[in-house]
């Protein structure tokens, strides 16, 4: 049977490196995961009781396209709470994940051809969505001195339709501020493209507050989503927020693609944007391993890495110690019973030399995890020896 040329995307790597680990534990090795974005910690207490309350008053059925009114209306507050802006619930989407945002994000705003730019380092299932879609991705290739984020001149005269950029960004965990926002918005409006702004790690910042997109438009997509601050990665639900003229594009959409967001979910995510206390607590636990990672790494030998401001990674520049990222990977996998991702996934051109460290486990997790590759790359040459 055939195959569409759109279906011929690349793999997400770091789901290999998932399943290697995962191999390895099912042989009876002790895995430390460094590999995924994705919580140490389970929904909030609060979540998955108002779930159950709500499973004993009867059937999850069908919800409205959009989401439930009042989560709706919930994360329309939440803005006003972290950012100061006044938010339309009705400009606000549910929708499967933030992946069931990028979908619809893509659907509603190009056409078969546009060409969307991303910046790399980036995610990427920006990259694989986009051409399963039969867009162009076009990676802009961002410089240390920019702390690895697009700036204007990266896509001058690139002719696009789109410009996705990400703060806190994955996999660098660096942040833009009030003057970069403003100018990448300008920068794109300037020339027809339509600006995306993908929030999913908002909440996860260490040392100042991210900035919204919508503190300086309206006239921007911005996706977002329970996985990460909130715990839920495996509930799957995210939201959008659309200018008012969108909500109807996108909802005809997702009728037709999606139906909805899961009922469950939606019920547990609603509940859970009120259960602050543990939400804060689970940001303690990143923000001493971000300091256990910062000091751990470079004692270990990886030394040049981006500043991450937000988010639970650190990005690390290894061309000193490797040019195959996903070689170096496997070994590190092998011998030290550590899993890491190869900067592949990130990046296709500059990746081969960069891997990425996630700290989103139990700190305990983290500093076994910094212990055994530390002893590796003494074992290895790479550091001197400790007694």
Not at 29 to 41: K, N, Y
Not at 276 to 290: C, F, I, M, P, T
């Amino acid at each position: 049977m055939r195959n569409s040329t759109r279906s011929g995307v690349d793999p997400f790597i770091v789901m290999d490196v998932m399943e290697a680990a995962r191999k390895a534990e099912e042989a009876g090795r002790h895995v430390i995961h460094m590999e995924v974005g994705q919580p140490g910690t389970g929904a909030p207490k609060g979540a998955t009781e108002a779930l159950a309350k709500a499973m004993e008053q009867g059937p999850l059925g069908y919800t409205v396209a959009l989401g439930l009114p009042a989560l709706r209306q919930r994360i329309a507050r939440l803005y006003g709470e972290w950012y100061n802006v006044d938010l339309n619930p009705e400009r606000v989407v549910i929708t499967p994940g933030s992946s069931g945002g990028f979908l619809l994000t893509f659907t509603a705003l190009f056409d078969s051809g546009d060409r969307v730019g991303i910046g790399a380092p980036g995610y990427p299932s920006y990259r694989q969505i986009l051409k399963a879609l039969g867009l162009v991705p076009v990676d802009l290739p961002t410089a240390p001195e920019n702390r690895l984020q697009p700036v204007p001149a990266d896509f001058a005269g690139l002719d696009l339709q789109g410009l996705m950029v990400a703060s806190p960004a994955n996999p660098t965990g660096t942040m833009l501020d009030h003057a970069a926002m403003q100018a990448l918005i300008e920068a794109a409006q300037g020339q027809g493209a339509s600006f995306i702004s993908d929030e999913i790690y908002h909440g996860l910042e260490y040392e100042a507050k991210a900035f919204t997109a919508l503190e300086l438009t309206d006239e921007c997509y911005v996706i977002n989503s329970f996985s990460k601050y909130f715990s839920m990665t495996g509930w799957r639900v995210g939201w959008m927020v659309v200018p008012e003229d969108q909500v109807r594009v996108v909802e005809r959409i997702a009728q037709n693609m999606f139906i909805c967001a899961p009922h469950a979910s939606q019920v547990a995510a609603l509940a859970a944007m009120d259960c602050e206390e543990e939400l804060q607590a689970n940001l303690d636990v990143y923000r001493r391993n971000r300091l256990l990672m910062l000091d751990g790494l470079p004692k270990a030998g990886f030394t040049n890495i981006a500043p991450p401001d937000g988010a639970f990674y650190v990005y690390a520049d290894v061309s000193d110690l490797t040019q195959d990222s996903r070689a170096f990977a496997a070994e590190i996998l092998d011998k030290a019973g550590v899993a890491v991702t190869p900067g592949l996934d990130f990046d296709p051109v500059r990746g081969h030399t960069t891997l990425r460290f996630s700290y989103a486990r139990s700190t305990e997790d983290i500093q076994d995890g910094l212990d055994r590759l530390q002893r590796f790359m003494a074992e290895r040459g790479a550091i001197p020896q400790t007694a």
